[in-house]
C-alpha cells in the first residue's frame, strides 16, 4: 500500500495588487508642507506612484508592506538615487503618500494626496 501525502501548496498572492486597482485617468498630487504644490499626472499604473521622484527609472524595488490598504516600498535606482513610499488608499481614486529619499543628489520628503480627477487628455 502506497501513501501519498497531500500537503498544501503555498499560493503566492500577486504583490502590490491594492495599486493594479486604482482607478487609471487624471490624478491631482496636492503635495503638503513646505514646499506646497499642484502636481497632475496621467496615471495608467497606480504603481507609478511608487517612483514619482524617479520616474521611467528602472529601479530595483523591495515591498517591505503589501497590505489590502497599504503598501510601503523601498526602492534603488543605481547611480541615480533611492527612495521610500508609503502610499495608503482611502479609495480607488483617493490615496494618501509619503515619500522620501535622494534625487539628483539632493534629499527629498513630501507627504501628498492624490486623487483622480478625470479622464487623461491625450
Known amino acids: 500500500m502506497c501513501l501519498v501525502s497531500a500537503a498544501p501548496v503555498p499560493v503566492e498572492k500577486p504583490v502590490l495588487t491594492m ?11 496636492r503635495v503638503r508642507g513646505d514646499e506646497a504644490r499642484v502636481e497632475r499626472i496621467c496615471l495608467d499604473n497606480g504603481r507609478r506612484l511608487i517612483q514619482l521622484r524617479h520616474p521611467q527609472l528602472r529601479c530595483e524595488q523591495v515591498v517591505l ?16 538615487g533611492y527612495g521610500r513610499t508609503h502610499i495608503r488608499r482611502e479609495t480607488n481614486s483617493l490615496v494618501q503618500i509619503d515619500s522620501q529619499g535622494i534625487a539628483n543628489g539632493f534629499p527629498f520628503s513630501f507627504a501628498a494626496e492624490a486623487r483622480r480627477t478625470g479622464e487623461c487628455r491625450g
Open 19 to 29: 495599486l493594479d486597482h486604482l482607478d487609471r485617468g487624471n490624478w491631482e498630487l
Open 65 to 80: 508592506d503589501d497590505g489590502a490598504s497599504e503598501v510601503t516600498v523601498q526602492y534603488t535606482c543605481k547611480g541615480q
